[in-house]
């Protein structure tokens, strides 16, 4: 099960939309959608999104797939410890989010697959 933090980005599986983690409170994740509403979910329920700051960014940025290292080197310069630190740490949320959504997935798939056997 996906564990969420206040503030994360998630879109619901089961429904259109997503919204935001606004409280975490009795085995209920509770996320504002897009109108403004607080709605509880059952963590199941939900993905995480990859935080716009990594991969989501970079691929409506003009540097995709560009590391600090490629972006440091066409600006004649080496990439500073931050830098390197920083990316590092976007590259393993983002890992982190992806392994959480591909165990969610296959869970639903488990279960799409129950149902069609249930109904066959």
């Known amino acids: 099960m996906a564990q ?3 503030g994360d980005k998630v879109k619901f599986l089961n ?3 997503g919204g935001i983690v606004k409280k975490i409170q009795g085995g209920q994740v509770y996320v504002e959608d897009e ?3 607080d709605m509880p ?11 716009q700051t990594g991969i989501a960014k970079a691929f409506n940025d003009q540097t995709i797939g560009q590391t600090v290292v490629q972006r440091a080197k066409e600006e004649h310069r080496e990439p500073t ?3 390197l630190i920083e990316e590092n740490r976007k590259l393993r949320s ?3 989010n992806l ?3 591909i165990k969610q997935l296959k869970s639903q798939i ?4 129950r149902t069609i056997a249930r109904i066959s």
């Open 4 to 6: 969420f933090e206040i």
């Open 15 to 17: 429904a259109i939309g």
């Open 35 to 37: 109108s403004g509403f």
């Open 41 to 51: 979910f059952a963590p199941n329920e939900l993905i995480r999104v990859a935080d």
């Open 81 to 83: 410890q931050y830098e």
């Open 94 to 96: 983002q890992n982190a």
């Open 99 to 101: 392994q959480d959504q």
């Open 110 to 113: 488990l279960s799409l697959q």
